[in-house]
């Protein structure tokens, strides 16, 4: 196989892959930390000076909460600092993603200490004090509900940005492009997805889960005397936990291992070459960070045309940030 002699410019351009809405989720989280972090001091402070092991208990609990969009907030600052940094070949776009798997093994592992914790109260029950477990929960329901509302619930990403850039390796010719074109065909899917807020909004709504089953658990048990409700309730929040990590841990995996993030979207890509006569012979996607896609394109033609061409064919894939074409003269 021997390859086409087309050569092209190659205008500098920056690797910067981060989601749309990179900025308003960076402030968003770190408001949440600080509402966290001042009920979690409230809670210990009062817990102590009033003796409630239950209220120093709650405290410690938000910290762990805390501490987890922390790690969300510090990989959207990270992402940011390094945005242009050389040594990251994509980008770092894929920050939130390795800090959303993080947080979903974090949840997988709370999931099973309330699990077992749960499993251990049904086997022993233990004394409830009512007047200070129920409004301990419903003020930690509140609390993740101004949390929710504070994050917006996660919301999608869609950033695009738009670039040029080929060269020519003597016998190989390349092109890279960036595209920034509306794809009125494909609509946004999960590529899109910022897996850094879904890993923070899953740990407040994880935790809002907890508070709403364990307060029905406890009213219950208050009224009827059914003590086994209250560690019922904490097995059904550690399964919707365990869910919701295994989910998480499934997704934000996938994108670390660079697998396909849309079938149908390469096979439409791979469709749209070959209708103009040539053949794909290799194509690889994979998502750089939320609503960015890199592409490497081998074609094989028995009447090669330059890259520009194969490139154009390819506009309207909006979610197509870093496109590489390599185009080869057919053996006869």
């Given at each position: 196989m021997t390859s086409?002699?087309?050569?092209?410019?190659?205008?500098?351009?920056?690797?910067?892959?981060?989601?749309?809405?990179?900025?308003?989720?960076?402030?968003?989280?770190?408001?949440?930390?600080?509402?966290?972090?001042a009920m979690m001091l409230l809670e210990i402070a009062g817990g102590l000076a009033y003796g409630s092991i239950a209220l120093v208990a709650d405290g410690l609990h938000m910290?762990?909460?805390?501490g987890a969009l922390l790690l969300a907030a510090l990989a959207y600052t990270f992402a940011r600092r390094h945005a242009n940094d050389p040594r990251f070949t994509f980008g770092a776009g894929?920050?939130?993603?390795?800090?959303?798997?993080?947080?979903?093994?974090?949840?997988?592992?709370?999931?099973?200490?309330?699990?077992?914790?749960?499993?251990?109260?049904?086997l022993a029950p233990a004394p409830i004090r009512f007047g200070e477990a129920i409004p301990i929960a419903v003020l930690g329901l509140a609390v993740n509900v101004v949390s929710a509302l504070l994050l917006g619930a996660g919301?999608?990403?869609?950033?695009?940005?738009?670039?040029?850039?080929?060269?020519?390796?003597?016998?190989?010719?390349?092109?890279?492009?960036?595209?920034?074109?509306?794809?009125?065909?494909?609509?946004?899917?999960?590529h899109h997805r910022d897996n850094n807020m879904r890993a923070a909004v899953v740990h407040v709504m994880a935790d809002a889960a907890v508070s709403v089953l364990v307060i029905a658990g406890l009213v219950l048990a208050k009224l009827f005397g059914w003590l086994w409700m209250d560690p019922l309730a904490g097995i059904v929040g550690a399964v919707v936990i365990a869910s919701w990590s295994v989910s998480l841990i499934r997704d934000t995996g996938a994108i670390l291992l660079d697998m396909n993030p849309d079938r149908t979207l390469g096979q439409r890509m791979r469709e749209a070459i070959e209708a103009g006569?040539?053949?794909?012979?290799?194509?690889?996607?994979?998502?750089?960070?939320?609503?960015?896609?890199?592409?490497?394109?081998?074609?094989?033609?028995?009447?090669?045309?330059?890259?520009?061409?194969?490139?154009?064919r390819l506009t309207g894939f909006d979610a197509l940030s870093h496109l590489t074409v390599e185009v080869s003269v057919r053996e006869p």
């Open positions: 086409a002699p087309f050569a092209a410019d190659a205008p500098e351009h920056e690797h910067v892959f981060l989601g749309e809405t990179h900025a308003r989720n960076e402030r968003r989280t770190w408001l949440v930390i600080g509402v966290c972090s910290s762990t909460h805390a894929k920050f939130g993603d390795l800090a959303g798997f993080t947080s979903a093994i974090v949840l997988a592992m709370i999931a099973l200490l309330i699990g077992y914790e749960a499993v251990s109260r049904l919301g999608h990403d869609h950033g695009h940005h738009q670039h040029g850039h080929g060269r020519d390796h003597g016998h190989d010719t390349h092109d890279h492009d960036h595209h920034d074109h509306g794809d009125h065909h494909h609509r946004h899917t999960d006569g040539d053949r794909v012979a290799d194509l690889h996607l994979w998502r750089l960070g939320p609503g960015h896609l890199g592409a490497i394109v081998s074609v094989v033609s028995d009447e090669p045309r330059p890259c520009a061409y194969y490139r154009d």
